[in-house]
C-alpha cells in the first residue's frame, strides 16, 4: 500500500509492488512513503479498475506498471514518460522489456514467460 500524501485518500492499492535495491527506505511497516515504487504488477480481471489505476500511479511517480491479463496471460507495459504513462513496444520476437525489474516478458502458450536480462538461463513461466 502507498501512504504518500497522494495516497492517503485513494483505495487503489497494486496486486505486487516492487522497490528497487538501494531504495529500501521506501518501504515502512504501513505502505511505500516518501516516493513511489519502481514498478507495480496488476492482473487484470473482468470489470476491475486497472486503466483508471494508471493516473494515480504516474501521480506518485510509479516508473513502469505491468499489466497481466489473468485468463491470456497476455502483458503490457506503461512507462512513465514526463507526467503520463506511454506503452512500451514488443520487440521483433514479442518481448517486452522491463528495466526497473530487469526482465523481459512474453506469452507463449497462454504461458508468461520471464527472462533476467542479464542471464536469460534464468528464466521462469507462470
Known amino acids: 500500500m502507498f501512504n504518500d500524501a497522494a495516497a492517503s485518500e485513494d ?3 497494486p496486486d505486487l509492488t516492487f522497490v528497487a535495491a538501494g531504495r529500501e527506505h521506501l518501504v515502512a511497516p504501513d505502505g511505500i512513503r516518501g516516493g513511489g515504487p519502481d514498478a507495480v504488477i ?16 504516474a501521480r506518485l511517480g510509479v516508473r513502469e506498471v505491468i499489466v497481466i491479463d489473468r485468463d491470456t496471460k497476455e502483458a503490457e507495459i506503461h512507462r512513465l514518460i514526463g507526467p503520463e ?6 520487440d521483433r520476437d514479442g518481448w517486452l522489456r ?12 497462454r504461458r508468461l514467460v520471464l527472462e533476467d536480462l542479464e542471464d536469460p538461463s534464468v528464466r521462469t513461466e507462470v
Do not use: H, M, N, Q
Open 11 to 13: 483505495y487503489r492499492i
Open 85 to 90: 504513462y506511454a506503452a512500451v513496444k514488443r
Open 98 to 109: 522491463s528495466d526497473p525489474l530487469s526482465v523481459r516478458l512474453r506469452t507463449v502458450s
Open 42 to 57: 496488476e492482473v487484470r480481471s473482468p470489470d476491475d479498475e486497472t486503466c483508471e489505476k494508471l493516473p494515480f500511479f
